[in-house]
């Protein structure tokens, strides 16, 4: 499958960001429970993308965790509603968050590995554009998200809560505008400099 897409397709599309790895895949079981509900949701479509080569210690479960996704999406005639945009330079990110409205990233915490997901800077990026995210209650996401504001924040594996968020978001274009510009102003609000500054002063002047 190409990783090659026009921007100009972007249009009204779910877009998930990071490196393809087993912890993230709850997304393939999502694609399994909810393929049938993409077809009939008109102008739905969904880019995975990742902003940075994997390492050589994720290479080997990057290239598995592809590999699956891309055979699905192929078995299930999936191509024109999923489509997977490869590494994306960081200075291009921009033209993609620019180009969809909602992103999700359903992550979860994999005890077997001990990984876990840390704050979620592309949970911040995608809402500074404008646009509700939809996270998991998996490590620090939720710092990240204002849940019911922002975006929304779900139990992580749980698929009907994710498919349903999506679906609310699309159907609810008053509540879609509503979100979309509490997630800037909440990122602007919670995550600016001098704020983080004044927050490691009190900290330091407590010591």
């Known amino acids: 499958m190409s990783d090659e897409k026009n921007l ?5 599309d779910i877009l998930k960001i990071g490196v393809l790895k087993a912890e993230k895949n709850v997304y393939l079981e999502f694609l399994n429970r909810i393929s049938e509900n993409l077809k009939s949701m008109e102008a739905i479509r969904n880019c995975v993308a990742h902003n940075r080569e994997p390492s050589d210690d994720e290479l080997a479960n990057y290239r598995i965790a592809k590999e699956k996704l891309e ?3 192929i078995d299930n005639n999936l191509q024109k509603i999923i489509f997977f ?14 180009g969809v409205q909602i992103f999700s990233m359903p992550s979860f915490f ?3 590995k001990g990984d876990i997901e840390g704050l979620g800077i592309v ?3 995608a809402q500074i554009n404008g646009l ?5 209650d998996s490590g620090g996401i939720p710092e990240a998200i204002k849940d019911g504001i922002s975006g929304f924040v779900i139990k992580a594996r749980d698929i009907e809560a994710l498919a349903e968020k999506i679906k609310l978001l699309k159907n609810d274009q008053d ?7 509490q997630a800037i102003d909440f990122v602007k609000r919670e995550f600016n400099w001098q704020k983080n500054i004044d927050q ?4 330091y002047q407590k010591k």
């Open 8 to 12: 100009e397709d972007l249009k009204k």
């Open 71 to 73: 055979k699905y999406v």
């Open 85 to 98: 945009a490869g590494n994306v330079p960081h200075e291009e990110i921009l033209n993609y968050y620019r």
């Open 110 to 112: 994999d005890k077997s």
């Open 123 to 125: 949970y911040l990026e």
């Open 132 to 136: 509700p995210v939809i996270g998991t």
């Open 175 to 181: 509540l879609y505008k509503k979100m979309s510009k």
């Open 200 to 203: 490691h002063l009190g900290i």
